[in-house]
């Protein structure tokens, strides 16, 4: 028997003043994005942005819908878009951020399961890893080198060849 350790580091910066200017833009779009998400129902609203391989920067937002289920996260919004305006491209980095309706977003949240499901399979596809950043409209802004770090043990496309 052995025992095995999953570790992965990431960086902690105080706000985005400490990040470089394309880093810094990025997080500007998403963060300003949110105001296009459709969140009448969580009014969590939910904004990415991602520079891609070709240089293109691209945006998604969380779309939601009465039939709770059908409603789709900002970030596979921005893997669709990705995936059918840019076919084969990969994405550099992708910026997340959000904000509900009390207006508190000082904190970075991290993508859901499925959303990080769908981030490895997409850098998978395209062969580069994804570099996330993650922030609120304010405050601290998380670095995390490959979401494949978000997803230990991962189940992947090459499990069911
Ligand atoms: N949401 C995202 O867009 N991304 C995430 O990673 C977490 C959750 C959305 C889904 C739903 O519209 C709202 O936030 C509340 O869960």
């Not at 570790?7 to 998403?30: I, P, R, T, V």
């Not at 980095?93 to 508190?104: D, E, F, Q, V």
């Not at 769908?118 to 890893?129: A, C, I």
């Amino acid at each position: 028997m052995k025992k095995r350790e999953v570790k992965f580091s990431y960086l902690h910066l105080g706000s985005e003043q400490e990040l470089k200017e394309g880093d810094a833009l990025l997080l500007e779009e998403a963060r300003r994005v949110t105001q296009f998400a459709y969140a009448p129902y969580s009014h969590f609203r939910v904004g990415a942005c991602a520079q891609l391989d070709n240089g293109e920067m691209i945006t998604g937002t969380n779309q939601e819908n009465a039939s709770f289920p059908a409603g789709i996260c900002a970030e596979r919004t921005l893997l669709s878009t990705a995936a059918s305006l840019f076919p084969g491209i990969a994405i550099k980095t992708l910026a997340i951020s959000y904000h509900n309706l009390n207006g508190k977003s000082d904190k970075p949240v991290s993508p859901c399961g499925i959303c990080r499901q769908s981030l490895v399979e997409f850098q998978e596809r395209t062969g580069t890893p994804i570099r996330i950043i993650l922030s609120g409209m304010q405050g601290p802004v998380l670095v995390i080198d490959n979401a494949a770090d978000l997803l230990p043990l991962v189940f992947s496309a090459r499990d069911i060849e």
